[in-house]
């Protein structure tokens, strides 16, 4: 059972704006920052959004992060068929004395 | 460029123990925390726990209390991560992934708790 709640499916065409959303609570989300990584098929997770909104150098600002209360959004526009991957949302819990993560959203480009 | 490369596939028996490596590159191995995060199959990302390469500390999440330990070895900037007891439940792909947070001689500080560099992965089965 994951700390974080997050859509298990996620779609869209080539072009279009996609939004992923992760629903925490007051021990995670609500008091610690938000990170975002992708998994692209076989591959290891990369960091994708740091501190609710920041991005690593390399990543394009096509991706961004954000966060309001208990919850956060990584929202992706001018979807490529690259972007075809699973998503984690990941954040501090103050229950679990560490990070916990999202139960992933895949996401598929039509 | 920093690279995390891990130790290969390992097939184990119920009880058994496995030990996997990460070998560190491209950095100050001693100034950046390393984590364990695992990843069953088609499942989600759990972390395991976080060692301090350079005095050795390590904190483990409380559902590997008692069955992980996390080592290092400066000489060859290599961070080990062993689990026992293994039952089928821990069948899994198990990463390294740094902390970003850099720490120098003058203290430690406090890791940030995400990952920056993640290994390539190591797959870990346990079966009879």
């Known amino acids: 059972q994951s700390v974080l709640t997050q859509p298990p499916s996620a779609s869209g065409t080539p072009g279009q704006r996609v939004t992923i959303s992760c629903s925490g609570s007051s021990s995670n989300i609500g008091s610690n920052t938000v990170n975002w990584y992708q998994q692209l098929p076989g591959t290891a997770p990369k960091l994708l959004i740091y501190?609710?909104?920041q991005r690593p150098s390399g990543v394009p600002d096509r991706f961004s992060g954000s966060k309001s209360g208990t919850s956060a959004s990584l929202a992706i526009s001018g979807l490529q068929s690259e972007d075809e991957a699973d998503y984690y949302c990941?954040?501090?819990?103050?229950?679990?004395?560490?990070?916990?993560f999202g139960g992933g959203t895949k996401l598929t480009v039509l | 460029q920093v690279q995390l490369v891990q130790s290969g596939a390992e097939v184990k028996k119920p009880g058994a123990s496995v030990k996997v490596s990460c070998k560190a590159s491209g950095y100050t191995f001693t100034s950046y925390y390393m984590h364990w995060v695992r990843q069953a199959p088609g499942q989600g990302l759990e972390w395991m726990g976080i060692?301090?390469?350079?005095?050795?500390?390590?904190s483990y999440a409380q559902k590997f209390q008692g069955r992980v330990t996390m080592t290092r070895d400066t000489s060859t900037s290599t961070v080990y991560m062993e689990l026992s007891s293994l039952r089928s439940e821990d069948t899994a792909v198990y990463y390294c992934?740094?902390?970003?947070?850099?720490?120098?001689?003058?203290?430690?500080?406090?890791?940030?708790?995400?990952?920056?560099?993640w290994g390539q992965g190591t797959l870990v089965t346990v079966s009879s």
């Open positions: 990941a954040a501090w819990d103050d229950s679990l004395n560490g990070p916990g």
């Open positions: 060692i301090n390469p350079s005095g050795g500390s390590t």
């Open positions: 501190s609710n909104n």
């Open positions: 992934a740094r902390d970003p947070y850099y720490y120098d001689s003058s203290g430690y500080g406090n890791p940030l708790y995400y990952f920056d560099y």
